[in-house]
């Protein structure tokens, strides 16, 4: 079996690692990049194939410039779940030593459209391999070739090819770049804007415009101080949008009267520069969208300048989309009080503390509560499924102030706890979005204690949140956000 010598390697009892499982391949196949800082730092580069991930150690950080070919040694084959793997090794355990994800993304087989078509397999097989990634940091061609004669037969050679999406490091040029480059390139950089027009953003950042334009007319809110918002909670709210397809909701006008214009958007238009990541998927309808990954703080202020007020993401990332990291539970008031949410809530948290799941609460920015679990369990349809199981005990608790019903005829002044969300292709409001309503009020993380029936969501807002945040020791969602997010860059 692939992954026989994975497992060989491993005590499952110490390691977090994932098991020696393969997984449901994805519709379009996953790379990722793994910074290992293990006896020695180096990076695992993964390509998906066969329900598992062929994989290498490359010693030094891959390179974008085509004349920093990195030296790759072939190692076993890794489950396709360590792709979205971060964490710490324990001491005493093979390759002990902290794993960060470096890039992902997904990537084609350019071998399949050679005149004699090959599979990923078949060109480990015979020593090449040719692929175009799809990643933030890596993009575009790049090929892995087996080293002949000299060496052990699994050395390798990963190798940016000459693209529109090569980078010749900074400072260096073509050839010369070989001796002079290793110990300095912490980073990848971009090319000189005569040649690479395409990547000038990444050192000039995003151009703002219309700074006065009103968002918020009813509050006095201007674009710029929306952009100014989002650049401040930029990193708190990243880790629960990174690679997450993402929908997004655009009021380029501002929340100004019923004629503004108010579009929720789905696919990337082709106008947007090629730096902002997407990742193509199939809809429900069978026609593909561009989604945008909101990866970093330009891509943020970027959607922003857009006029982008609030930001959806799906429950999972790219790494692996059909399994969500974090349940919902989306109390939605409808015609009852806010007060009978906060019954629910609480109930909620019982429940869930009785199964032995830790529960995070944030207000949804308007006039409801959303209970968040982290989720490593399974796929949509489980998590769901299990959801629902809690919540029909908390409407056996609470009959009179709780339901499950869809039918919002049916729910009459009861809470609605919502399940459904918990599906692919569904969205939900990360915490610290804005929302599109008068107060400009944020989906504001909650401690447990201020769940109480004198809480008032509209008191989490633009011009409130900072403080509120200085106040807090501690970040009432820290403890989610490692399981939904992994950390921001370093
Ligand atoms: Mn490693």
């Not at 990848?188 to 990547?199: E, G, L, N, V, Y």
């Not at 949008?241 to 997004?248: F, G, I, K, V």
């Not at 107060?439 to 401690?447: D, I, K, M, N, Y």
């Amino acid at each position: 079996m692939a992954l026989e010598k994975y497992k060989e390697k491993r005590d499952f009892h110490t390691t977090p690692e994932p098991p020696a499982r393969p997984g449901q391949p994805h519709r379009k196949p996953i790379f990722v990049v793994q910074e290992h800082h293990a006896s020695r730092l180096h990076y695992d580069f993964r390509l998906e194939a066969d329900g598992v991930l062929k994989s290498w150690a490359v010693p030094k950080e891959p390179s974008t410039d085509p004349a920093n070919k990195r030296l790759a040694v072939h190692v076993e084959d890794h489950p396709l779940a360590y792709a979205s793997f971060a964490g710490t090794i324990p001491e005493g355990q093979y390759g002990a030593g902290t794993v960060e994800i470096w890039d992902s993304g997904t990537f084609d087989n350019l071998l399949t459209e050679k005149p004699v078509p090959q599979t990923v397999a078949e060109g480990i097989a015979a020593g090449r391999l040719e692929f175009a990634l799809h990643g933030k940091k890596l993009r575009g061609r790049f090929a892995l070739i087996r080293m002949s004669g000299k060496g052990r037969k699994d050395n390798w050679l990963l190798i940016k090819m000459k693209d529109e999406m090569a980078r010749p490091e900074a400072g260096t040029n073509g050839r010369a770049s070989r001796k002079a480059a290793p110990q300095r390139q912490a980073r990848s950089t971009p090319a000189p804007p005569q040649r690479r027009p395409a990547a000038k953003h990444a050192k000039e950042g995003v151009t703002f415009t219309n700074l006065d334009k009103l968002m918020y007319p009813e509050d006095g809110i201007t674009k710029g101080e929306v952009i100014e918002f989002y650049r401040r909670i930029g990193p708190r709210l990243l880790p629960y949008l990174r690679d997450r397809p993402a929908t997004l909701e655009r009021l380029p006008e501002g929340l100004d009267g019923a004629q503004a214009p108010h579009f929720w958007q789905k696919n990337t238009p082709a106008s947007y520069p090629d730096w902002i990541p997407r990742v193509e998927l199939p809809s429900e309808q069978g026609k593909t969208v561009n989604y945008v990954l909101v990866n970093d703080l330009d891509n943020l202020l970027y959607l922003v300048n857009q006029g982008t007020l609030t930001f959806h993401a799906w429950f999972s990332r790219v790494e692996d989309l059909d399994r969500p990291d974090f349940v919902l539970f989306d109390l939605d008031p409808g015609q009852a009080t806010f007060g009978d949410v906060v019954t629910v809530a609480n109930e909620l948290y019982e429940v869930l503390k009785e199964e032995g799941s830790k529960a995070y609460v944030k207000t949804s920015g308007k006039t409801g509560l959303h209970v968040l679990v982290p989720w490593k369990e399974g796929d949509y349809d489980e998590a769901r499924a299990w959801a629902q199981r809690l919540a029909e005990r908390v409407v056996e608790a609470l009959p009179d102030q709780a339901t499950t019903e869809r039918s919002k005829a049916k729910r009459g002044r009861r809470v609605y706890v919502d399940v459904l969300q918990n599906a692919r292709g569904h969205h939900a409001v990360p915490p610290y979005v804005l929302r599109a309503v008068p107060g400009a009020t944020v989906s504001a993380p909650l401690r447990w204690s201020e769940v109480t029936p004198d809480l008032d969501p509209a008191r989490f807002n633009l011009k409130t949140l900072f403080r509120r945040l200085a106040r807090l020791k501690r970040d009432p969602l820290a403890g989610l956000a490692p399981a939904t997010g992994r950390r921001g860059k370093k």
